[in-house]
């Protein structure tokens, strides 16, 4: 999918300038808990976060991540918009809940990022042993 495409499913804005919104991702992850995107995301994925701070954009960098969505009509510190522009991560804003977001992104098409597979898998080792 393509971030104009994103954009228009969530009734999202850019944020940060110049963004080139022909940049294509494969997959959609929501986390506020930038250990669960370094541990379960993959590259070219869009992060939907609540978290406005400028570790996420440092996150993002170290996990591949191709843009960035602020749910809850959040809007990120001008400290965070320059990591992000510095690191080429465009940031966008979504003024709908995390789920709804994320619910909007997947009916129009937006894949999640397959943790799924790999929690059921632990889940029913952990659960079928006892």
Same mark, same amino acid.
């Given at each position: 999918?393509?971030?104009?495409?994103?954009?228009?499913?969530?009734?999202?804005?850019?944020?940060?300038?110049?963004?080139?919104?022909?940049? %294509?991702?494969?997959?959609?992850?929501? @986390?506020? #808990?930038? $250990?669960? =995107?370094?541990?379960?995301?993959?590259?070219?994925?869009?992060?939907?976060?609540?978290?406005?701070?400028?570790?996420? =954009? *440092?996150? &993002?960098?170290?996990?591949?991540?191709?843009?960035?969505?602020?749910?809850?009509?959040? #809007?990120?510190?001008?400290?965070?918009?320059? #990591?992000?522009?510095?690191?080429?991560?465009?940031?966008? &804003?979504?003024?709908?809940?995390?789920?709804?977001? @994320?619910?909007?992104?997947?009916?129009?098409?937006?894949? $999640?990022?397959?943790?799924?597979? %790999? $929690?059921?898998? *632990?889940?029913?080792?952990?659960?079928?042993? *006892?």
């Amino acid at each position: 999918m393509q971030l104009r495409d994103a954009l228009k499913a969530i009734d999202g804005k850019v944020i940060t300038t110049g963004v080139d919104l022909d940049i %294509s991702v494969q997959m959609g992850c929501g @986390a506020d #808990l930038m $250990s669960d =995107v370094l541990a379960f995301t993959h590259a070219d994925t869009l992060l939907l976060t609540g978290l406005t701070n400028p570790q996420v =954009v *440092r996150t &993002a960098d170290m996990a591949g991540i191709r843009a960035i969505v602020f749910v809850r009509g959040k #809007l990120p510190p001008a400290e965070t918009v320059a #990591l992000a522009r510095d690191k080429g991560i465009p940031l966008l &804003a979504s003024k709908y809940t995390l789920f709804e977001t @994320a619910g909007r992104l997947y009916a129009a098409g937006l894949p $999640s990022c397959g943790v799924f597979d %790999s $929690s059921l898998t *632990r889940w029913r080792e952990f659960f079928d042993e *006892r």
